[in-house]
């Protein structure tokens, strides 16, 4: 026998969390580069497709384009090194939070599934003078880096990559955490909500899921409710054998 209690019975002095969803609007550039990346990838599997390929590798194909979609909504630098940061939107935007919330006294959690995100972040931070606390897979000092951040007021933000800070750490001096991009697995997105969320937390926490307009994350949004638990493996890459997504579906989302 399994009991199974929610959080707000085990813990009912917890404070409450605010979950809300900004969309952004692409840049100009950003958008051109999108709509270049998404056509050429229509095409390439188009002709995949007719060429008689297998489902195996339509599938393989398709979540690689998906994911130069995906970063390009982040950062277009990831696909364009000679894109200015100018045109990242979702920059923009986090810039703006950050400082309205630097202003209000919050500390920031930021997490992000890409390395190459976290790196842009971390150059805006140090050009910007501000203290931060980083961690993601090749980390060694991970421990270090979250005592850190939790015994030094001083440090307003902590950026994290998926991977490394999804479960298993306490990071209660924080109470606004940022998901720079979807996580289409909604119970690790929750999950790496509640580094902050949890017991020893005595601040109302403010969860920001940036998502860009009119792209495929958008799209992943809409179906999230029609088909959350085949979402939930969708861009796993250990899972793509088993992906209960048809090639179609997964087309739909380009």
């Known amino acids: 026998y399994i009991l199974r209690r929610q959080k707000s019975e085990v813990a009912p002095e ?24 998404r056509k050429s990838s229509e095409d390439e599997l188009s002709e995949l497709a007719n060429s008689g ?9 398709t979540l690689t384009q998906l994911l130069r979609l995906r970063q390009v909504c982040c950062d277009p630098r990831i696909i364009d090194e000679e894109m200015d940061a100018q045109y990242s939107a ?6 703006e939070l ?7 006294g919050h500390r920031l959690l930021v ?23 980083y961690l993601d897979g090749s980390s060694k000092d991970r421990m270090a880096q979250v005592d850190q951040f939790q015994n030094d007021d001083s440090i307003p933000v902590f950026l ?9 750490l306490n990071l209660t001096g924080a109470d606004v955490v940022v998901h720079f991009d979807p996580w289409w697995n909604p119970a690790a997105e929750a999950q790496a909500s509640d580094r902050a969320h949890r017991i020893g937390q005595d601040k109302v926490v403010n969860v920001y899921k940036f998502i860009a307009s009119e792209t495929v994350e958008d799209k992943v949004l809409q179906l999230q409710e029609e088909k959350r638990k085949l979402l939930e493996q969708v861009f796993e890459e250990s ?3 088993n992906l209960s997504l048809s090639v179609e579906d997964l087309r739909e989302l380009i």
Do not use: N, W
Not at 53 to 61: D, F, N, P, T
């Open 14 to 37: 917890l404070p409450e969390k605010i979950e809300q969803t900004l969309h952004i609007q692409l840049s100009e550039k950003q958008k051109e580069l999108y709509e270049k990346i």
């Open 239 to 241: 899972e793509v054998a």
């Open 53 to 61: 390929a297998s489902e195996g590798a339509l599938r393989m194909k």
């Open 98 to 104: 950050l400082y309205t919330c630097l202003e209000g």
């Open 111 to 133: 997490f992000s599934q890409f390395v190459k995100v976290l790196q842009f972040l971390k150059t805006d931070l140090e050009e910007s003078s501000l203290p931060f606390c």
């Open 160 to 168: 994290i990559s998926l991977k490394a800070g999804g479960t298993g």
């Open 90 to 95: 979702k920059l923009r935007a986090f810039r």
